[in-house]
């Protein structure tokens, strides 16, 4: 069972940046698909960044130039940098692990794939 545990979140300005994390109870990365949903009130949850074995990534045009993910496989954590943060960026971001031998298929970028999930951390920018 893998444990995922998110940190970083916070209020900020519009324009501002955060730095998300999520630690792991074990060594994922290499046979995972590593990811971070976020979810408004009343949206679905929706995928904002996605990472693989090898290292590529993947975002959604929402947020793509302004966010970025990476890992650290010796620490066994991951990354959101998120910069020029604006009001709709506001929600719950998860942290999330697909056991999918390190590919992240089209299926996962959608949140059904991700069996491991973190409990959350919240991002608040006001304008």
Not at 31 to 49: D, T
Not at 53 to 73: A, C, E, M, Q, W
Not at 81 to 86: A, F, I, K, Y
Not at 95 to 113: F, H, K, R, V
Request: glycine fraction near 12%; hydrophobic fraction near 30%.
């Amino acid at each position: 069972q893998v444990q995922l545990v998110e940190s970083g979140g916070g209020s900020v300005q519009s324009g501002g940046s955060l730095r998300l994390s999520c630690a792991a109870s074990e060594n994922t990365y290499g046979s995972y698909c590593m990811a971070w949903f976020r979810q408004a009130p009343g949206k679905e949850r929706e995928r904002v960044a996605g990472i693989d074995n090898l290292g590529n990534t993947h975002y959604p045009d929402s947020v793509k130039g302004r966010f970025t993910i990476s890992k650290d496989n010796a620490k066994n954590t991951l990354y959101l940098e998120m910069n020029s943060l604006n009001p709709e960026d506001t929600a719950m971001y998860y942290c999330a692990a697909a056991d999918s031998g390190g590919y992240c298929a089209i299926s996962l970028l959608y949140a059904g794939g991700y069996k491991y999930w973190g409990q959350g951390t919240q991002v608040t920018v006001s304008s």
